[in-house]
C-alpha cells in the first residue's frame, strides 16, 4: 500500500475535529441540524486553514444517511465515498485549471439533473477566483435560480478578485490562521499518533514555520519524520529544513554590542562556508532585533518572543545595552538590507557590509534627553566645566509666569533625534495692540502677524503657507486686517477664500479684541525675502531650528560642537517625530 501523507491522513472528519475555525463550524452545524442551509457559501481566507476541508465536511453532512447532530457519521456509503472522492453528487472542481465559460457552462447543465446517489448534489469550486470573466457570468445565472437541493461551495485565497454579484449571492464566511498554541497542540498530537516525539525545541520551529498553516505545520511535520529518528528536536528541524540556529544572532548581538566589525563578518563567513542561506539569515536579523526591543520595553513582553527557553535570558541582557530608539534605527535598516539582500546576485557582499555597518552603529541621542541633561546641570548650578550654564543665564531671564499664547515647540523637542542635540521653545505672541516691538522683518506692518502664522501653522498648515505670500496691513480702529496678495497669487487666494472667519477667529483670540479679514487679490503681494523669513520663522527646517537653538544656548551650542550632533535625514526624522511633523 502506497503511503499516505500526514496532511490527508489526518483530515478532520467531523466539524468539531477542524481546528481554529470553530466561527465557522459552529454556525455550519447548526445550518445542517436546522436543515437552514443556504445554495451557496464562500470560504475565503488564507492557505492551509481549512477552507476545502470544510467544504468537504459539509458536502458529507449534507448527504450522509445517519447525520449526528449535524456532523457527517463518517461510516455510512455516502460518507466514505466523498472522503475516497468517488462520489457522484459531489463534484469538486479546480477553477485554477478549469478558468473557462465552457467549463462553467458544462456544470451548469449538470446541476439540472436530480441527485443520483444522495440527497443533493453539490459542486465545490476550488481557488473560484481563478475563473475568467465569461465564466463568472455563466456562474451568476445558475447562483440567480438554483435547482432544488443544488449546493455551490466556493473556495479562495483571493476573494477581492470575486466579483460582487457572485458575492452578493453566497453566505460568506472568512477563515483565519491559526495561533501558535492551536497549531502546536495539533501538532503535537499528530506526532504522538505516528510514535514520534517533539519536544519543545523542534516543535517551536514546526510552528513557526508554518506560519498559522494547519497543511503546512503538517506537510512540515512529515517531512521531519521521514528524516529523522523517534525523537524531533531543534538540530533535527534545523538539518531538515536548513534553518540558522538561533545561537548565531545571539552571537550578532554580542558582536554590534561590542562594536567588533570582525566577528560579525567571521560569523557571514561561517555562515557562507557551510552553506546556510544568507537571505533566510538577513530576515532572522530583523525577527532578532524585534525580538530585543520587545524585551527592551517590557520583560513581560517576553511571551510575545519566540526563542527557546534558555536563550531568553541571555536576550534580554542583550537587550538592555540597547535603547528603544536605537532598536527601531535598526529594524528599520534590517529591513531595508533584507530587502536588497534577497534579490541581489551578491548577498554575500551586502550582508558583510550590513553586519558592519549594526557593528558601526552610532546610538541615537533624543534632543529632549540632551536638554533635560542640560537642565539638571543648570539646576545644579555648574556645566561639566564647573561653571554657570548658558542655560541657566537664559532661562533665569524668562518671566516666571504662564504664556498668554504659547507658541510652538521646535519640533526636534518633541521627540525628533538629533545625533547630540537640543533645543528651546519660541516666546509668547505679541498683540498689535500692545505696542510690543515687531519681530524682524516679518512683522513690519503688522507686530503680531509671524504669531498668527505660527499658531496657524499648528491648526492648519495650508492655510498657513498660503497666507505667508501674503502682505498684511492692519486698521486698528476698524479692526480690519487686510491681506493684500499679487496678480500671481490668485491660486492661493482660491485655496483660503473661504477660510477669513477661522483666520479671524483665531486672530482676534490671539490678540484679543475683535477682528475682520479682507484679502486682496491684484497689489502687491509679500516681498521674497520677508516671504523667506516669515517660512523660517514659522516653519523651520530641522537644520535651521538647531542652529536657532545653539545660538539661543551657548552651552547647547558647546555640546553639539563636541559631538559633531547633526539633524537626522528626513527618512529617519519622520520615524522619530510623533506628531508627524
Known sequence: MS??????KYRPETFAQVVGQSHVTGTLKAA???????????FSGP???????????????????????GDPCGVCPACTAIARG????????????NTGVDNIRDLRDMAQYSPSEGNSRVFIIDEVHMLSKGAFNALLKILEEPPARVFFFFATTEVHKIPRTILSRCQRFDFRLLSQDELAARLKEVAAAEGVTVDDTGLRLLVSLAEGSMRDGLSLLDQVIASCERTIDEDAVVAAFGLIRSELYLRLNDAIIAQDAAAALDLVDELARTGQSLGIFARGIVTDFRNLMLLKIDPELARMVDVPADQLQRLGEQAA????????????RASRH???????TQPRILLEAAVVEYARFESRVLLADLARKLEDLAAG????????????RSRSAAPAGPRSAPSRPMRPQSGAPVTGSSSSAVSGAASPLSGAAPRGAAGETVPGWTQLLDVLMRQSPRVAACLMNGLPSFDADRGLLTIAFAAEKSFQVRTINDEGPAIAACAAKLWNRAVKVEMVLGERGQAAEVHEEIRQEVAPTHSEELKKACAEDPALGDLVDLIGGTPLPDSDKERWDPQGS
Open 32 to 42: 445542517v441540524r436546522r436543515d437552514k442551509l443556504s445554495h451557496a457559501y464562500l
Open 86 to 97: 468517488n462520489y457522484l453528487d459531489v463534484l469538486e472542481i479546480d477553477a485554477a485549471s
Open 338 to 344: 533584507f530587502e536588497r539582500i534577497h534579490r541581489s
Open 3 to 8: 503511503y499516505e501523507a500526514i496532511a490527508r
Open 47 to 69: 492557505r492551509g486553514c481549512g477552507k476545502t476541508t470544510v467544504a468537504r465536511l459539509l458536502a458529507k453532512a449534507i448527504n450522509c444517511e445517519r447525520p449526528d447532530r
Open 321 to 332: 545595552h540597547f535603547s528603544e530608539q536605537d532598536l527601531l534605527a535598526l529594524i528599520e
Open 381 to 392: 548650578g555648574m556645566t561639566a566645566g564647573g561653571g554657570a550654564s548658558g542655560a541657566t
